[in-house]
């Protein structure tokens, strides 16, 4: 008998947790903001990071 209660709570639950909370008509529109695909972006041909070696002293007190 509890058994078949379970089973029913769980049929109930899960009708109410598959219920679109969406009014009636709206499962069709688009949103408002269309979204198109993205920019190409080129990557430049030079190597990243400075044109030269780094001058700046060195740290930690570490001498040269």
Do not use: F, K, S
Not at 20 to 26: E, K, N
Not at 47 to 63: H, Y
């Amino acid at each position: 008998m509890r058994r078949a209660v379970i089973i029913a709570a769980v049929l109930a639950a899960l009708a109410v947790a598959c219920r679109t909370t969406q009014p009636p008509g709206t499962e069709g529109q688009v949103p408002i903001d269309q979204v198109g695909p993205e920019p190409v972006q080129n990557v430049p041909a030079e190597p990243p990071g400075p044109a030269g070696p780094i001058t700046a002293p060195l740290d930690a007190g570490v001498p040269r």
